[in-house]
């Protein structure tokens, strides 16, 4: 067997390969994390009818009802990396909930400092405004981990908010935050009760 065709051969197993780990990858997206299942049995937490689960890696949210998948969108963590403390800038892991939705019924590009309506994105002292649309707090189930003490997700001011930005969404863009797409954050919003579990992995 001549180099060229062994070359040939050779690109083609890594491309079979890639895609594979590609497939796997997603199927496993597809479904609600086993440690987010376990996180629930070990807190005692009944599962409610929709989950998010939000992918760091991969910069995802992902929508599930009834424990079945429903739809993937682009989201944009922290532009910092990963962590539970309070002042890091982070986005924390671990079990959460919608502990309180704002902004229902604003246009979308509302602006919000500490979650009262400030103004308009339209407006030219908003055009880069980080809080918009929509707001929903969330609170940290897991003690230690991300509730109480300097770990403590509500009170690091965690949302999933919309962003003026739209353009960043879908890589790490925010201070500790989870950004989506204002077409994807409204009818979520409208969609989710509060108390909705969410679960934030690295992978």
């Known amino acids: 067997m001549n180099r060229r065709v062994l070359g040939l051969l050779l690109s083609a197993v890594l491309l079979l390969a890639s895609g594979c780990s590609s497939l796997r990858n ?8 086993e440690a987010c299942t376990a996180a629930c049995a070990r807190l005692k937490i009944e599962p409610t009818k929709f989950i998010l689960v939000v992918h760091v890696s991969s910069q995802t ?11 993937t969108y682009r989201c944009s963590t922290s532009r910092f990396g990963i962590g ?15 502990a309180e939705k704002i902004g229902a019924g604003a246009p ?14 339209s407006q030219p002292e908003f055009a880069d405004a980080k809080i918009t649309t929509r707001i929903l707090w969330l609170e940290g189930l897991e003690p230690g981990l991300n509730q109480g003490g ?4 509500h009170h690091r001011y965690i949302y999933i908010h919309g962003t003026a930005d739209q353009k960043s969404i879908g890589q790490p863009a925010s201070r500790g935050c989870i950004h989506l797409a204002d077409a994807d954050l409204i009818p979520l919003f409208d969609l989710l009760p509060g108390g909705t579990l969410v679960w934030i992995s690295e992978n």
């Open 108 to 121: 979308a590009g509302t602006v919000f400092n500490s979650r009262l309506v400030v103004g308009h994105t």
């Open 61 to 71: 949210l992902a929508l599930f009802e009834a424990g079945k998948y429903v739809k």
């Open 150 to 153: 300097d770990v403590d997700s």
């Open 84 to 98: 539970q403390v309070e002042g890091s800038n982070r986005t924390p892991l671990g079990l959460h909930r919608i």
């Open 26 to 33: 997603m199927n496993s997206q597809n479904k609600i994390p």
